[in-house]
Structures are given as structure tokens and as C-alpha cells.
């Protein structure tokens, strides 16, 4: 496995040197960080299924090293910290930001402000657009906060930063 990794990487690496456009160029690289993360998975899998025959494994052992080889815990942490942080943006919004923005308008409040537009019917259809423009604000906060997230974990090398070219 590991020959055949480097010589992935050798033949990548030659393809680098011949390539005459930035689109050829990026395409490579994603083609090796693709073919690094198949080799990593099949060495993954290969050692999830392959159990030596006097080495048998619970249900739960099992179930374990699923967990832990393909990320699941991290994954449902991550989960659950961003749907923590979506509550706080939630109540900074509609506790912070909505009165504030309710100042300035005649309604008093975000929530409140609509258009009543007359239909066919001789009756007002009503749009309630505060809603809307609350959650606008919401998402951009959330879009705001999670931006800022990537850029500091990007800086400190703990997530890869896709937006930069790859160092040779």
C-alpha cells in the first residue's frame, strides 16, 4: 500500500511539473488530495474488516473502533456545538439586534413590520417581511461567526485553509 502511495505521489508530482495553466495545476492537487483520502480510507477499511482470526472482536469493540476510525464522534460533537451556536446568534438576534433595528421603525419592531397588498378577492393579503429580514440578519450572523471560526482554525493549522495554493 505504501508503494503504490508513493508512486501515486511520484506520478502526481511529475504531471505537477509539466502542467502550463493555474487550472491544470489546481485540478492536480485535487486529484492527489482525492487519491491520498481513497488510500487513507482503503487502509481504514482494510483494517476494520481484516480482524486476524484469534483476535475476534465484540459487537461493541466493534462498534467502538467504527466509531473512532471513521471520525462519528467528532462529527456529533461538532454537531452539536453548532446547533449550540446557532441558539446564541438565534437569541442575540431576536434579543439584540431586532429591538435595535425596532427603534428606527414605526411599527416599533422587526417582527411587526408588514405589507398589506389587496387581492382579488376585495380582502388584504398581509407579508409579513420583519420576518424575513430577521432571518436575513440571522443568517448572516451565523455565516459571519462560522467565517471567522474557519479563518482562526485555518491560521493555527488546525483545518486546512482551501483558499490558499499549496506550498512547494
Same mark, same amino acid.
Given at each position: ?41 482503503? /487502509? ?27 471520525? /462519528? ?39 411587526? /413590520? ?55
Amino acid at each position: 500500500m505504501v508503494e503504490t502511495r508513493v508512486n501515486l505521489s511520484i506520478r502526481i508530482r511529475e504531471l505537477y511539473c509539466k502542467t502550463s495553466s493555474t487550472e491544470e495545476f489546481t485540478g492536480l492537487r485535487e486529484l492527489r488530495i482525492y487519491t491520498n483520502s481513497l488510500i487513507v480510507a482503503s /487502509v481504514h477499511a482494510s483494517t476494520f474488516m481484516a480482524a486476524s482470526p484469534e483476535e475476534k472482536r465484540t459487537f461493541i469493540q466493534e462498534f467502538v473502533f467504527f466509531l473512532k476510525t471513521f471520525g /462519528v464522534i467528532g462529527l456529533a460533537i461538532a454537531f452539536v456545538i453548532g446547533q449550540a451556536a446557532s441558539a446564541l446568534v438565534n437569541a442575540f438576534v431576536k434579543d439584540i439586534i431586532n429591538p435595535f433595528i425596532g427603534l428606527f421603525l414605526p411599527a416599533g419592531s422587526l417582527a411587526a /413590520v408588514t405589507i398589506k397588498v389587496p387581492n382579488l378577492a376585495g380582502s388584504t393579503s398581509e407579508f409579513k417581511i420583519g420576518d424575513l429580514i430577521s432571518s436575513i440578519i440571522n443568517f448572516i450572523v451565523i455565516a459571519l461567526v462560522v467565517f471567522v471560526a474557519y479563518k482562526q482554525l485555518s491560521r493555527y493549522g488546525i483545518v486546512e485553509d482551501k483558499t490558499k495554493g499549496e506550498k512547494k
